[in-house]
């Protein structure tokens, strides 16, 4: 599968920061105080929970050393909210499970799980929702019928590390059987403008454990 190469649009950049707005203000609708964001690359989701004071406790997980230092910077030099009792960055994989981290009340996997092989979705699966377990998780995610309004010719990812690219029904397939298998129960919303054929950019799952 080839990927798309193109650099990021104005239109890009207000559909990120809706992701990040709508993944915040849902995690606050939980009551959810402590937050684990599973690959947290520079950390764009860790600052705006860190400037709210209602999150008691937030880590980082990343496999990227420079992604955890660019995340290190934004925390402590741009937004300075680095507080060693609040905030934490973990050398990581959310396929590993780390047990110092578990207890958290909430999940966060912002344009994450599409960077993972398929072939390994199981272990995230038994990773996040069996060994973790929070009360709450969130994944959003491409959804790849829209790409053409992107402008993305078919047959092309959006982005050059993705693995896969789900539709509506497959990535509602995928959440409603873990939900299923693991105790939660499952809630979808759409990010971004709606197309009526084609839906939203980003589709997200919110996953409520039973």
Known sequence: MKRYSGGRSEMATSLHNERLETVVHALLETNSETVLDLGCGPGELMARLAA????????????????????????????????????????????SFIEDLSGFDAAVLLETIEHIDPHRLSTVEQTVFAAYRPKTVLVTTPNREYNILHGIPDGIFRHRDHRF??????????????????????????????????????????????
């Open 52 to 95: 709210d004071r209602r999150f008691k406790k937030i880590a980082g997980i990343d496999t990227s050393l420079e992604a955890l230092a660019a995340a290190r910077r934004l925390l402590a030099e741009e937004y300075r909210v680095w507080d060693d009792n609040r905030l934490s960055l973990h050398h990581a994989s959310f396929t």
């Open 165 to 210: 690219e789900w539709t509506r029904n497959k990535f509602r397939g995928w959440a409603e059987g873990v939900a299923g298998r693991q105790g939660y129960r499952t809630v979808f919303d759409d990010i971004g403008e709606v197309d009526p054929s084609l839906g939203s950019s980003t589709q997200m799952a919110t996953f409520f454990r039973i």
